[in-house]
């Protein structure tokens, strides 16, 4: 069965500092992962997708994540964090069924 | 567009009272997900439909929860029985295709309904 960890359930950085949060994922075969994210009040928006190919993806808000298949980690990163960023993170697996599970969520909190 | 909508947006209840939350997919959206989202709990997978497959059932937590999908649109998540752990936000999802296919795009989620078992 697939399965996503976050092993952080909450992260602070200082604002212009750099991030990284972690995922690690458990299927089978090769994964669909995505990175959701989740401000306070909103819906879940897509961040970034690994189907196929190079395994270091960019998304939007400048965020970009790599594939690491040995590690089975698909960890997200972003060279400087806005306070604007300040939400919580979802990771997600999928296979090919469709089926989409997520992790836990890792909520980052942004210092001034 | 249209996005996918969810109703009623919020729902009290008395622990014991049977609920039903509905789910209007994006119009062609094969699949079509319910999660369920807690404090503290993430997003919990309850069931998956896509297409005319048999659904995916693997997360509903108890036979208390049952789900289906009239005519591959509209989606009826039921809740019998409601206990006061039953609060949560519930979320429904739709795409079209699945991994894979050229038509292929990521979760279109809606607003959620946010139930209250008092």
């Known amino acids: 069965a697939q399965s996503v960890t976050q092993p952080d359930i909450h992260i602070t950085v200082s604002e212009g500092a750099s991030l990284e949060l972690r995922c690690n994922y458990s299927y089978g075969a090769t994964p669909y992962l995505f990175w959701y994210v989740q401000s306070p009040g909103q819906g879940l928006q897509l961040l970034l997708k690994y189907f196929s190919g190079d395994t270091l993806v960019q998304g939007i808000k400048g965020f970009e994540a790599e594939f690491k298949r040995s590690q089975s980690s698909f960890n997200l990163r972003k060279p400087s964090v806005h306070w604007s960023d300040a939400a919580e993170y979802f990771c997600?697996?999928?296979?090919?069924?469709?089926?989409?599970?997520f992790g836990q969520g890792t909520t980052l909190q942004v210092k001034p | 567009g249209a996005g996918v909508s969810q109703s009623p947006s919020n729902k009290v209840t008395e622990k014991g009272k049977d609920v039903e939350l509905r789910c209007d997919p994006i119009?062609?959206?094969?699949?079509l997900y319910w999660y369920r989202q807690s404090l503290g709990q993430g997003l919990e997978f309850l069931i998956y439909?896509?297409?005319?497959?048999?659904?995916?059932k693997s997360g509903l937590p108890s036979d208390r929860f049952s789900a289906e999908r009239t005519g591959g649109s509209v989606s009826t998540l039921t809740i019998q029985r409601t206990q006061q752990e039953d609060s949560a936000v519930y979320l429904c999802?739709?795409?079209?295709?699945?991994?894979?296919?050229?038509?292929?795009?990521?979760?279109?989620f809606g607003n959620g309904t946010r139930l209250t078992v008092t």
């Open positions: 119009s062609g959206h094969t699949a």
């Open positions: 999802a739709s795409s079209p295709g699945m991994p894979g296919q050229g038509v292929y795009s990521p979760l279109h």
């Open positions: 997600a697996v999928s296979g090919n069924t469709g089926k989409l599970i």
């Open positions: 439909f896509q297409g005319n497959s048999a659904p995916d």
